[in-house]
Structure formats: structure tokens, C-alpha cells
């Protein structure tokens, strides 16, 4: 029993030993609310947030936390720390948990907001930032705190601009008020946000709307490109096969094999359910936060072309959708393979290519019928208000657009 011991350490030692920060020990790294983590997070002031996260290396370590207050541009708002928080900023993680009866040995951490040391006054845009004793920054996660809400109705159709017809989802978006038309003064300012399954690097800021009414401000034609569904692959079982899991092993630790995904983008679209780029942890034991284990995920993906001087990625919420050297494939007989360590859940993810201007580019293609869930928020600040307010928010999806 030593004897194997000591060779699953080798090999988890040698995974960590590929990455030269503490960031690259960190998995699962979660923010959800109580109600839903498949969409943005949005609370209410007495609503809980929760921040998880695994530490994959064997030390002790100490983390700290520390919450920030944004504008809708997600500029850090010039507010001090008291007025947006009650208690203590610069908190360390007490709250965690070695894992229990696991081939990979890590360390839970998690985070609920508020708790005994700190609460949020105020609403707006928030980050939970973490950084370890040392004072460097590793990573934060973004929600948002409502104050009141405003009616808001949506009406989501196809593009009837010919050039995206086929390939972009529009959206009307009518927001009641009472005296609306006080927006429209030079002392009120309204900022209207859209995302698209809760990513703000896609995200439309609408300065002001198109038509004011005196009990609603309406917004006309607010397009995205539809995008395609996104892959998944379902770990939950470790030891078994599924759908698009075609072998599992057990080495020294778990090695789980999905079936090759082909480049989508010229392709007819075709409807595959999925959950928005989100990632679900196996909740179907006593304790999901300390006894999934993890597996090796080898992913294998056949572009239509191979240019060599791409750089190919996976990208999902497991990652917050950034192209990382910890998620990169390689090029092995003409297709792109990887193996990364992921909790036993299910997970989405695209594949993705960084082009030599260091752009980032999709694989999978932009249809008008695909799923996506669209967020809708609305900002308020007076001349005489120091921030921006949260005032409004409401979630839809695509599912029953119009043609």
C-alpha cells in the first residue's frame, strides 16, 4: 500500500511541478448564489454568495479575501472601504476542509459573504479577490448586489439585419418605471448591460434608449452573435462510461477518455443541451466539497485545418473563460490532445484558437438558433451619488426565440 502511495505522489507532484505559481494549484474555483449557480450571480443585500475553491498543492498555504466595489464599467469605484462594507476587509479563509477518501489529496476553501467579520452595504458590482500571505494577487470572481428592482420585459428574435441573419439573435428590451422620463434629465444617468451567458468580456453597455416614454424607456435591436452549444463531458461517475466518455482507467489516479470532438463551424447547427459554459460539482454523495475526486480529462480535437502557428485552448467557467497555459493542447498527428485534472461533475467547455496577433477565436461557429441565457442589467446614479446603483436585473434565454 506505501508502495503505491508513493508513486501516486510522484505522478501528482509531477503535475504540479509543471506550473511555477500557487494559481496553478487551484481548481473548482466556484461563485454561486443559493438559488442558482447555472446563471450571473445577482443577490439581494441579505442573500448569501458563495466562493469555493480546491488547493491541489500538499502545504500549508493561507489565503485572504478582500471585496471590491466596481462601477458598470467595472472601473474600481473611489468609494473607501467603509462605505460599501460593514466589518473587516483583508479576511483570511478559516473556512476549509481536507479532502476525505480521495486518490488526489487537496484542501476545500470557501467563502460565504456576509458572514461574522464583513457585509456589503450598499448595491452595485462586486469582486471577492483573493491573494495569498504573501500579498499577491491570484484570482477574483465577479457578482452584483440589487437595491430594487424595475419591471423589465424582453422579446428575443432573429436578426432582420441580412448580414447576420443567419447568424445573430436580437433582442427588444422595454424596462417600466414610474416617470421614466426623469432619466432622461442631465442629472440622472441609466446604464443599461447585457450579457450573454453571464461573461462581461461580451458584454453591450446601452448608454440610453431609444424611445422614452413616461412610464418606460424601450431599447431596440440589441444583437449578439448566436454562438453554438458547447461540449460537455459528465465525470460524476469516475469509474464509468457515458455518453461521451468512452473509457476510464485507474492508474494512479483516475484517468477518464472522451471521444474526439470534431470542429463545428461550418456544420449544420444542431441542438445539444447544455448549461451555458457552466460547470456543476457531483452532488450525489454526502459531502461534495472534500470527497469528489479528480480525474485526468483527456480531451482529443480535430480542426478542419491545422495551422501551426495557433495556439489551441479549452475555455468554460471552470477556467472563467480565459485561454491559460494550464488548459493549452498540442498538436499529436494531426489532432490536438490535452489531459487536465477536473473534479468529478459536468462541465461545458469550447475549444478555442489564440491566432498570431493574439487574437482569440471560436471553433464552433455562430447560429441564430442556439441557447443561450442573456442577462439584463440596469445601473443608476444621480450627480449627487458617489456610485453606481444596481436597479434592475432580469435573466432570459433564447430558447423560444422567434424566426
Same mark, same amino acid.
Given at each position: 500500500?506505501?508502495?503505491?502511495?508513493?508513486?501516486? &505522489?510522484?505522478?501528482?507532484?509531477?503535475?504540479?511541478?509543471?506550473?511555477?505559481?500557487?494559481?496553478?494549484?487551484? @481548481?473548482?474555483? !466556484?461563485?454561486?448564489?443559493?438559488?442558482?449557480?447555472?446563471?450571473?450571480?445577482?443577490?439581494?443585500?441579505?442573500?448569501?454568495?458563495?466562493?469555493?475553491?480546491?488547493?491541489?498543492?500538499?502545504?500549508?498555504?493561507?489565503?485572504?479575501?478582500?471585496?471590491?466595489?466596481?462601477?458598470?464599467?467595472?472601473?474600481?469605484?473611489?468609494?473607501?472601504?467603509?462605505? @460599501?462594507?460593514?466589518?473587516?476587509?483583508d479576511n483570511l479563509i478559516t473556512n476549509y476542509e481536507n479532502s476525505f477518501n480521495t486518490l488526489v489529496d487537496y484542501r476545500n476553501y470557501k467563502i460565504s459573504i456576509p458572514n461574522n467579520d464583513v457585509s456589503i452595504k450598499i448595491s452595485g458590482n462586486f469582486s471577492i479577490s483573493i491573494h495569498d500571505k504573501n500579498g499577491d494577487f491570484l484570482f477574483e470572481r465577479k457578482f452584483s448586489i440589487i437595491n430594487k428592482r424595475l419591471l423589465i420585459s424582453t422579446e428575443i428574435k432573429k436578426s432582420k439585419d441580412l448580414k447576420n @441573419?443567419?447568424?445573430?439573435?436580437?433582442?427588444?428590451?422595454?424596462? !417600466?418605471?414610474?416617470?421614466?422620463?426623469?432619466?432622461?434629465?442631465?442629472?440622472?444617468? &441609466?446604464?443599461?448591460?447585457?450579457?450573454?451567458? !453571464?461573461?462581461?468580456?461580451?458584454?453591450?453597455?446601452?448608454?440610453?434608449?431609444?424611445?422614452?416614454?413616461?412610464?418606460?424607456?424601450?431599447?431596440?435591436?440589441?444583437?449578439?452573435?448566436?454562438?453554438?452549444? @458547447?461540449?460537455?463531458?459528465?465525470?460524476?461517475?469516475?469509474?464509468?462510461?457515458?455518453?461521451?466518455?468512452?473509457?476510464?482507467?485507474?492508474?494512479?489516479?483516475?484517468?477518464?477518455?472522451?471521444?474526439?470532438?470534431?470542429?463545428?463551424?461550418?456544420?449544420?447547427?444542431?441542438?445539444?443541451?447544455?448549461?451555458?459554459?457552466?460547470?456543476?460539482?457531483?452532488?450525489?454523495?454526502?459531502?461534495?466539497?472534500?470527497?469528489?475526486?479528480?480525474?485526468?480529462?483527456?480531451?482529443?480535437?480535430?480542426?478542419?485545418?491545422?495551422?501551426?502557428?495557433?495556439?489551441?485552448?479549452?475555455?468554460?467557467?471552470?477556467?472563467?473563460?480565459?485561454?491559460?497555459?494550464?488548459?493549452?493542447?498540442?498538436?499529436?498527428?494531426?489532432?490536438?490532445?490535452?489531459?487536465?485534472?477536473?473534479?468529478?461533475?459536468? /462541465?461545458?467547455?469550447? /475549444?478555442?484558437?489564440?491566432?498570431?496577433?493574439?487574437? &482569440?477565436?471560436? /471553433?464552433?461557429?455562430?447560429?441564430?438558433?442556439?441557447?443561450?441565457? /442573456?442577462?439584463?442589467?440596469?445601473?443608476?446614479?444621480?450627480?449627487?451619488?458617489?456610485?453606481?446603483?444596481?436597479?434592475?436585473? !432580469?435573466?432570459?434565454?433564447?430558447?423560444?426565440?422567434?424566426?
Amino acid at each position: 500500500m506505501k508502495f503505491y502511495y508513493f508513486i501516486f &505522489l510522484i505522478a501528482l507532484n509531477s503535475v504540479l511541478s509543471q506550473h511555477n505559481n500557487t494559481l496553478d494549484n487551484l @481548481y473548482s474555483i !466556484k461563485i454561486k448564489t443559493e438559488s442558482n449557480e447555472y446563471l450571473y450571480p445577482v443577490i439581494d443585500k441579505n442573500e448569501t454568495i458563495t466562493l469555493s475553491f480546491d488547493d491541489l498543492n500538499l502545504k500549508e498555504n493561507s489565503y485572504y479575501y478582500q471585496l471590491n466595489h466596481f462601477d458598470y464599467k467595472w472601473n474600481k469605484s473611489k468609494l473607501f472601504k467603509s462605505d @460599501y462594507i460593514n466589518g473587516y476587509d483583508d479576511n483570511l479563509i478559516t473556512n476549509y476542509e481536507n479532502s476525505f477518501n480521495t486518490l488526489v489529496d487537496y484542501r476545500n476553501y470557501k467563502i460565504s459573504i456576509p458572514n461574522n467579520d464583513v457585509s456589503i452595504k450598499i448595491s452595485g458590482n462586486f469582486s471577492i479577490s483573493i491573494h495569498d500571505k504573501n500579498g499577491d494577487f491570484l484570482f477574483e470572481r465577479k457578482f452584483s448586489i440589487i437595491n430594487k428592482r424595475l419591471l423589465i420585459s424582453t422579446e428575443i428574435k432573429k436578426s432582420k439585419d441580412l448580414k447576420n @441573419y443567419e447568424t445573430h439573435q436580437s433582442q427588444d428590451i422595454t424596462v !417600466k418605471c414610474n416617470n421614466c422620463l426623469n432619466f432622461k434629465n442631465s442629472s440622472s444617468k &441609466l446604464k443599461l448591460v447585457v450579457l450573454k451567458n !453571464k461573461q462581461w468580456k461580451n458584454s453591450m453597455i446601452l448608454e440610453k434608449p431609444d424611445f422614452f416614454f413616461n412610464d418606460r424607456l424601450v431599447y431596440k435591436n440589441i444583437s449578439f452573435p448566436g454562438g453554438n452549444e @458547447y461540449f460537455h463531458f459528465d465525470n460524476s461517475k469516475i469509474n464509468s462510461t457515458n455518453l461521451n466518455v468512452y473509457k476510464t482507467e485507474l492508474n494512479d489516479i483516475y484517468n477518464t477518455y472522451l471521444r474526439t470532438d470534431l470542429e463545428r463551424k461550418n456544420s449544420l447547427y444542431t441542438y445539444n443541451p447544455d448549461i451555458n459554459g457552466s460547470f456543476i460539482i457531483n452532488q450525489n454523495i454526502s459531502n461534495s466539497n472534500i470527497e469528489n475526486d479528480y480525474s485526468f480529462v483527456r480531451f482529443n480535437f480535430k480542426p478542419n485545418q491545422i495551422n501551426l502557428s495557433n495556439r489551441v485552448f479549452i475555455i468554460g467557467e471552470f477556467n472563467n473563460y480565459e485561454i491559460t497555459k494550464k488548459h493549452e493542447l498540442e498538436l499529436i498527428d494531426n489532432t490536438y490532445q490535452g489531459s487536465f485534472l477536473f473534479k468529478q461533475g459536468f /462541465y461545458n467547455y469550447k /475549444y478555442v484558437y489564440q491566432n498570431t496577433n493574439k487574437e &482569440l477565436k471560436f /471553433y464552433s461557429g455562430n447560429f441564430w438558433e442556439t441557447e443561450n441565457v /442573456y442577462s439584463i442589467l440596469i445601473f443608476h446614479k444621480k450627480n449627487t451619488d458617489k456610485y453606481y446603483s444596481l436597479i434592475g436585473y !432580469k435573466t432570459h434565454s433564447s430558447v423560444d426565440i422567434k424566426n
